[in-house]
């Protein structure tokens, strides 16, 4: 099907010149953006965006999907990272599939609903015959864009590390279910719709030796890699008892470095491990809401971006953060670069590239992230005629005046939001079984 985005007032495109475009039309045939003009016709729907402001659609790149089941949970509210993982792990080991992807459908519509159109997902445990494909399925059925990972934990209690033994798997098990869903469900391809990595949990959850394998065999497959690392004071504790060094030198050391390979939250990085991520081209997942929720501190953002390290958003499970909106997270990036380091050290437009641009480039899709024609018509729509945005003299300074929630959003050309509604599911029917599904984990 072709739409034409009519006359929007300003297209925020994102492009490598940064173009900002006004009054200009946008045209997409199938899944691809396929003319940029002023004054285009259609024979496919027209889509008036006279008092909208039209960016590429928000990219997230770290969530754990299962976690929108146990948002705002007594004992973890107030609990830095390791008590508040703690306090979850027997919550979580009573999920199964239904769990699994259910929580995916709320997770990816209340990320829909704030602009994005891609996001990954981190699920590093599979109690009670949970699979990766169950939220694969919960992806297809929304329409976003997916880049589901095979987390894994293997290194349980007994043996020194955070998680109970119920919920680690034996190492050749991972292994062997990270290359079934590699082949049964990632595509290389331009405009692919899943494309899976590996991911094991943490240097506090898996062997060395998993680490290592997992980087061996995702390269064997071509396909990306994702952990966390330095995400707080206890972390690099843990890494200097452990192993005797910084996490980045550990990542270093088993091959966790690369243009294929994003890290989340890296709070704790100092100067010479982000020279390293610079000069190796590894990305890094920022998550400051749950940064700030789990007390984990603010994250060097500024001196990554000015030595080169890619960096795009993420809104971290919603046990950790609570809410799933990239736009938050974009202007929380601002907030507390600023506040650390002055007013001047980033802009709202900057926060949006990141947020857009940056977070595709740390996912390796050079196809999304910009309003261009040949470009995958990945594309939000806001509008700037209302309360949120009413007085504002820089409607395209959205991270600063609103709105907070997508008008239309398209993803590979197919309209997933329209007026503010998802359109690829039933959401009332979605939330009523979610509830259902928090309430009996709580009994």
């Not at 990542?251 to 890290?263: I, P, T």
């Not at 929380?332 to 990141?354: F, H």
Request: with cysteine; proline share 4%.
């Amino acid at each position: 099907m072709e739409y034409l985005i009519r006359n929007a007032k300003t297209i925020l495109t994102m492009d490598d010149d940064g173009r900002e475009l006004s009054a200009a039309d946008i045209r997409i045939t199938g899944g691809q953006i396929s003319e940029i003009g002023e004054g285009l016709q259609t024979t496919g729907e027209v889509v008036n965006a006279a008092s909208a402001v039209v960016t590429p659609g928000l990219v997230n790149t770290h969530h754990h999907l299962y976690q929108t089941l146990t948002r705002a949970v007594p004992g973890g509210q107030d609990a830095l990272l390791f008590g508040w993982l703690q306090t979850l792990y027997p919550i979580w080991s009573r999920f199964g599939p239904d769990e699994m992807r259910v929580s995916t459908l709320a997770g990816l519509a209340e990320l829909a609903l704030s602009g994005c159109t891609m996001s990954s997902d981190h699920l590093y445990l599979y109690p009670n015959g949970a699979r990766l494909d169950d939220t694969i399925d919960g992806a297809r059925e929304i329409g976003l864009r997916f880049h589901p990972t095979r987390g894994a934990m293997s290194i349980g209690e007994s043996k020194g590390g955070l998680p109970p033994d119920s919920l680690v798997e034996a190492e050749a098990a991972i292994l062997k279910d990270c290359i079934r869903v590699i082949d049964a469900f990632h595509d290389p391809a331009d405009g692919a719709m899943v494309r899976v990595g590996v991911a094991p949990c943490s240097p506090f959850s898996v062997s060395r030796d998993l680490m290592r394998d997992a980087a061996i065999l995702a390269r064997d497959k071509a396909v990306m890699l994702h952990t966390h690392l330095a995400e707080n004071d206890e972390d690099i504790a843990y890494s200097k008892a452990q192993f005797g060094c910084r996490p980045g030198q550990y990542a270093e050391e088993l091959g966790w470095v690369g243009d294929d390979v994003w890290h989340a939250h890296c709070v704790k990085l100092d100067s010479t491990e982000i020279d390293l991520f610079a000069h190796t081209r590894t990305g890094v997942a920022h998550c400051p809401c749950s940064n700030c929720r789990l007390g984990s501190g603010i994250a060097p953002v500024r001196q990554m971006r000015d030595a080169g390290v890619k960096v795009g958003l993420g809104v971290d499970g919603s046990a950790s953060n609570d809410l799933g909106n990239l736009m938050d997270e974009a202007r929380q990036m601002m907030l507390l670069q600023r506040v650390a380091q002055g007013a001047d050290k980033m802009s709202a437009r900057e926060a949006l590239r990141i947020a857009t641009r940056g977070g595709a480039d740390v996912l390796g899709r050079a196809d999304c992230g910009q309003i261009a024609v040949g470009k995958r018509a990945d594309i939000a729509i806001w509008d700037v005629s209302k309360l949120e945005s009413a007085g504002s003299w820089d409607p395209a300074a959205l991270v600063l005046a609103g709105p907070r929630r997508v008008r239309d959003l398209f993803v590979e050309g197919r309209q997933v939001v329209r007026d503010g509604q998802i359109t690829t599911i039933d959401l009332p029917r979605v939330i009523e079984v979610q509830n259902r599904l928090a309430a009996g984990l709580q009994g």
